[in-house]
């Protein structure tokens, strides 16, 4: 065989293997007709993913589920939420067993260079802290030298404690656990003094003490967390559905539109409002969606501001205040880019 013979026939297989490809449904057309949004979330964290004794789904994540879900199928309703815990969260998206993963996972270069992922966007902001009982007199991370931590194996969290103490030349014992509930157990069984994890994470799991009021969240935070969704590599519409179904959600804060005034909304003046709520333009069509897209999905669930208010703010009881999670105008760091 010649090598420009093998050369075309190399060729040909390559390019019908990438027709196949081409071939397959996308992310989009798989979701409508099933009918169904298959979203991977916490096992249980209050806040942001929690399963109700009705068997209903809550949380800050869960409400961005329902709002692709409506944006995608026309009901928010229609989501199947799959619990996820640490170390089958990314291996479950690659698989295809979720179409998007939204819990609280942090966006790193690794995961999106060597597994393949896409981050759609920051949802919140975030960074590791560390809590401790009020019994120790622990004021400050630097007095946790020697200390038996507790956090959670295969996470930042883990990373970040050993790059941190490490760069300050403190002694620790880690005491990795499966699941952020068994650090917890390990932690009122006093096997560690410390538990560490995200500072959001945190503020809920404390309240799953027996005694909550007897620990206390050191001031101290060590890392960058950038949470929010991730999505799988090769579909750059399903990736454009779930980025710009967040920063809608964001701009309609910044808009003043809400889930009560959005129908009210679209008789603005203001032309981002309009090609938002899609009385101009055309940009849903870019993402194989309809010019209400975004109308359906801030109907679902309100605004950024709604979202968080109601499950980690104010009307919950995290009563997390927003900090850099409000918008840059208020002197946060949140903003999503301008529609146009």
Request: glycine letters at 12%; charged letters at 20%; proline letters at 2%.
């Amino acid at each position: 065989m010649s090598f420009r013979f093998l050369f075309r026939a190399l060729s040909a297989a390559a390019l019908l293997a990438l027709g196949g490809a081409a071939a397959s449904a996308s992310t989009l057309e798989e979701v409508k007709a099933r009918g169904r949004l298959w979203c991977g979330v916490n096992t249980g964290l209050q806040g942001f993913a929690q399963k109700g004794a009705d068997g209903a789904w809550t949380g800050f994540d869960v409400d961005y589920c329902r709002a692709v879900a409506a944006a995608v199928l026309g009901d928010a309703g229609k989501v199947d939420y799959v619990p996820l815990d640490v170390s089958a969260r990314f291996a479950a998206l690659k698989e295809g067993k979720i179409d998007i993963l939204a819990r609280n996972s942090t966006w790193t270069m690794g995961r999106e260079v060597d597994d393949k992922l896409r981050f759609a966007g920051v949802s919140y902001y975030d960074g590791q802290g560390f809590m401790v009982k009020k019994l120790l007199g622990v004021a400050s991370v630097y007095n946790l030298g020697q200390a038996a931590v507790c956090v959670a194996a295969g996470t930042t969290s883990e990373a970040n404690l050993a790059d941190y103490f490490g760069e300050k030349d403190m002694a620790y014992v880690a005491v990795p656990a499966a699941t952020a509930q068994d650090g917890i157990a390990h932690y009122e069984a006093g096997k560690c003094d410390t538990y560490t994890a995200d500072q959001s994470q945190l503020y809920g799991l404390r309240l799953t003490l027996a005694k909550p009021d007897d620990t206390v969240i050191l001031p101290e935070v060590i890392s960058r967390e950038p949470l929010g969704p991730f999505v799988r590599q090769g579909d750059e519409q399903w990736f454009s559905i779930a980025r710009w179904v967040l920063f809608a959600l964001i701009d309609a804060e910044e808009l003043g539109i809400t889930a009560a005034g959005v129908e009210a909304a679209k008789g603005s003046r203001n032309g981002e409002v309009k090609r938002l709520l899609g009385v101009e333009g055309t940009l849903g069509s870019g993402m194989g969606l309809d010019a209400q897209w975004a109308v359906r999905a801030i109907a679902a669930t309100g605004n950024y501001g709604e979202i968080f208010k109601r499950n980690l703010g104010e009307g919950s009881t995290l009563k997390i205040t927003r900090g850099l999670n409000a918008l840059w105008k208020d002197g946060g760091l949140l903003y999503a880019p301008p529609v146009r």
